[in-house]
């Protein structure tokens, strides 16, 4: 199965500052790749499919980009919103497969 | 408005069975694939298992395979996880979800509130 590496496991900012999640795949995904926000005591929300389209709803601060093993989620200036973890996920081979999250917390 | 509502979580004894029900509305459900997916306590997103609108087509993760079987029945507009052989790394909140796209891509853009399985003696 394909596994996802996503780094940092914790990032510590502040609002008003950029993010820079990344996902790593240990063999190609194509394109297939997904991105989901988590808040505590919440189900997950889609905000990226495809390494960079944005899901209805999603804010522009959000974008997402890569291709085959590297991706990148990129927050452009965080809101106090955005504190929460972030899951990828790839379609492109079964099993789906999720990252084991990285948690963007307020500094 | 799109609804998933999951139901039959609960206590459960190792080797034990249980199964989770997902009503939906606020969609054509047949024309939707569905997945479950779980979550252990403080932990990571697990995908287990994918059903086609029709019913046709399944898929499972390695670690359930076998113990685990995902139905549908759109009459009802309900999907289902039949749980068998449970152990204790099997508690989870579990969540029905709802695929983007009308073809199999397993994109979530639903999910369920999830419900607790919990197993243990």
């Known amino acids: 199965e394909i596994v996802l590496t996503q780094s940092p496991a914790t990032l510590s900012l502040s609002p008003g500052e950029r993010a820079t999640l990344s996902c790593r795949a240990s063999?190609?995904?194509?394109?297939?790749l997904v991105w989901y926000q988590q808040k505590p005591g919440q189900a997950p929300r889609l905000l990226i499919y495809?390494?960079?389209n944005r899901a209805t709803g999603t804010p522009a601060r959000f974008s997402g980009s890569g291709s085959g093993t590297d991706f990148t989620l990129t927050i452009s200036s965080l809101e106090p919103a955005d504190f929460a973890v972030y899951y990828c996920?790839?379609?492109?081979?079964?099993?789906?497969?999720f990252g084991q999250g990285t948690r963007l917390e307020i500094k | 408005e799109v609804q998933l509502l999951e139901s039959g979580g609960g206590l459960a004894q190792p080797g034990g069975s249980l199964r989770l029900s997902c009503a939906a509305s606020g969609f054509t459900f047949s024309n939707y694939a569905m997945s479950w997916v779980r979550q252990a306590p403080g932990k990571g997103l697990e995908w287990l298992s994918a059903i086609s609108g029709s019913g046709s087509t399944i898929y499972y993760a390695v670690s359930v395979q076998g113990r685990f079987t995902i139905s549908r029945d759109n009459s009802k507009n309900t999907l289902y996880l039949q749980m068998d052989s449970l152990r204790a790394e099997d508690t989870a909140f579990y969540y029905c979800?709802?695929?983007?796209?009308?073809?199999?891509?397993?994109?979530?853009?639903?999910w369920g509130q999830g419900t607790l399985v919990t197993v243990s003696s």
């Open positions: 996920q790839q379609r492109s081979n079964w099993p789906i497969t």
């Open positions: 979800a709802k695929d983007l796209f009308v073809r199999m891509k397993v994109v979530v853009d639903y």
């Open positions: 495809d390494a960079s």
């Open positions: 063999q190609s995904v194509s394109s297939y």
